[in-house]
């Protein structure tokens, strides 16, 4: 990822940097933590982008992942650009995220097909 000016926007950025089109074009794995949950809020605010904006966030978390899962509403909409919609989508990403890991994977059924028995 080229280091972009914290004042452009995204949609002002090389479209190979841009977090969507990386999603898309070379997978989920490529995007760090940042750019994951900058597509989740969805923008950032004047002059800071989405991607900014978590990266800030994630650095005010000691625990970055971690600390985010446990940060308040209230602290987590203290950060400049953050307001309750955007804590709820963050809230929401990282609960989904909680359940998945808490998830059993079903056991694998195999079927065996006998012929001339």
Request: with cysteine.
């Amino acid at each position: 990822m080229s280091v972009m000016p914290p004042n452009l926007s995204i949609k002002q950025w090389e479209p190979d940097d841009r977090p969507r089109e990386k999603l898309k074009e070379k997978g989920a794995e490529s995007l760090s933590l940042a750019e994951l949950l900058a597509i989740i809020i969805g923008s950032g605010s004047p002059g800071e982008s989405a991607v900014e904006l978590m990266k800030r966030i994630l650095y005010h978390q000691r625990n970055g992942l971690l600390g985010l899962e446990h940060i308040s509403f209230q602290r987590l909409t203290k950060f400049k650009g953050v307001r309750m919609v955007k804590a709820i989508k963050i809230k929401a990403a990282l609960e989904i995220s909680k359940r998945l890991q808490n998830q059993a994977y079903p056991k694998k059924t195999i079927y065996f097909q006998c012929i001339g028995i």
